[in-house]
């Protein structure tokens, strides 16, 4: 495809494959590459953490991407990218307001000109308050325009008052127009106010967080740049989730050959232990434990849930009380209940293929990638109607439903949805028709980088 003229330097905190906590590493990693099949010349910067140490600074990815390294030992040689044992470090201010202006400063080092740079997150949010005020007057980065990307409105990078001065921004932005919230600094507020543009993760969340519930305090802040924002749902690596060449499970399949699934389903029963019976429906669960994924929901359900007939598997780390109540509950029923405490990409991808179902009951969720990839795997996905899973799943009770949905945020509602979906699943008619269905989804980054395009267009054009 011939060259667009635009050049973009995409800015993230977490890159896959070179280093990743969850989504936002996906998405960092996918994205461009997307764009560069649509002509935008991109380049990346993440820091260079831990493991990246023993490799120069730079990198490449895609047919011309360039990743630069952003590195200063102090910061990044740690064991943690934000922090250790479920806490942050305490210099995460410091951490990334340096990432954000040695990004600025590699520019003018490397002679990189672009036209526009892509934030993702509280990590990168300094980058458009940096432009309009210590860079303000630079030859080479005025005029740069800025797209900001909310991926979790939930982290927002909010530190104590007396820590304004880590930024190295004049005293005067610490007010209601700036970085102050309600007595202290909140960094991802300056990417809201300052950039030129805004995007969050699905067109869902993007009304959600205009309101209380979901605004976490800058309902207000986003509302007054409601015509400034946009939803653009995530997709996903359709080469790397493609059940018919994944290396990492028992036997390939595809849509014309579905039946393949069944010996994923007895693999990952046998693997975690769980009573090896092909009829019995299993729900795969790989998640953060935490009450934002909807564990405060799920925990009082289980019992009923195994008590239905449904074996489930979970993988995941989290809260110490959902992992504490989870062990319990996985050795109170060993032949039904499979719980992994960890992070394990070889068995995240066995549960995708040998489940028949995957779970999702979310508090909140911006977009989600699992109901994406689990639908290319064929497992059918049962979540709750909320952000990115309102837009990509419909129930199958309707006509071109690909899942099953609940509303309320109830125990018994996530219950009855489950037992809506073993119904169907004991239809087998029914069942091989959703399977086929789910299997050819387009989830693809395809239509979304068209999107993103178009916006880097819309505001390089004002």
Known sequence: MA????????????????????????????????????????????????????????????????????ENHGYYNRPGL???????YP?????????????????KEKGLRVDLIHCNDWQTALVP???????????????????????????????????????????????IEG???????????????????????????SRE????????????????????????????????????TDEKIKKNYTSETPEGKAEN??????????????EMPLIGLISRLADQKGFDLFVPAAESLLKSG?????????????ETLLRKLGQAHPESLSVHLTFNPVLAQKIYAGSDFFLMPSRYEPCGLGQMISLRYGTIPIVRRTGGLADTIQDADAPGGNGFVFSEYRPEDLLGCALRARKAYKDKKRWGTLVRGAMTSDFSWDASAGKYLDLYRRVLAR
């Open 3 to 70: 060259r667009d003229d635009i050049t973009v330097l995409f800015l993230s905190s977490e890159v896959d494959p070179f280093a990743k906590t969850g989504g936002l590493a996906d998405v960092s990693g996918s994205l461009p590459l997307a764009l560069e099949g649509k002509g935008v010349q991109m380049h990346l910067a993440m820091p260079k953490y831990r493991p990246l140490l023993s490799s120069g600074n730079e990198a490449r990815i895609g047919k011309g991407i360039k990743v630069y390294f952003v």
């Open 310 to 322: 449904f074996q489930i598997v979970i993988l995941g780390t989290g809260d110490e009380k959902y």
């Open 265 to 278: 389903k007895k693999d990952l029963q046998s693997l975690c232990g769980l009573a090896v019976k092909k």
């Open 179 to 205: 970085l102050e919230f309600y007595g202290k600094v909140n960094v991802l507020k300056g990417g809201l106010l300052f950039a030129d543009l805004l995007t969050t993760v699905s067109p869902t969340y």
């Open 82 to 88: 934000y922090g250790e044992k479920g806490k942050d």
């Open 91 to 107: 210099d995460n201010l410091e951490r990334f307001s340096f990432f954000c202006r040695r990004s600025l400063e590699l520019l």
């Open 129 to 175: 308050v940096y432009l309009k005020s210590l860079f303000r007057d630079d030859p080479v980065l005025k005029g740069i325009k800025t797209l900001f990307t909310i991926h979790n409105l939930g982290y927002q990078g909010v530190f104590p008052q007396e820590a304004f001065e880590k930024t190295g921004l004049d005293r005067s932005y610490f007010q």
């Open 209 to 244: 967080i205009q309101t209380p519930e979901f605004g976490y305090g800058l309902e207000g802040v986003l509302s007054k740049r409601e015509e400034d924002l946009f939803g653009i749902t995530n997709g996903i690596n359709e080469d790397l989730y493609d059940p018919a």
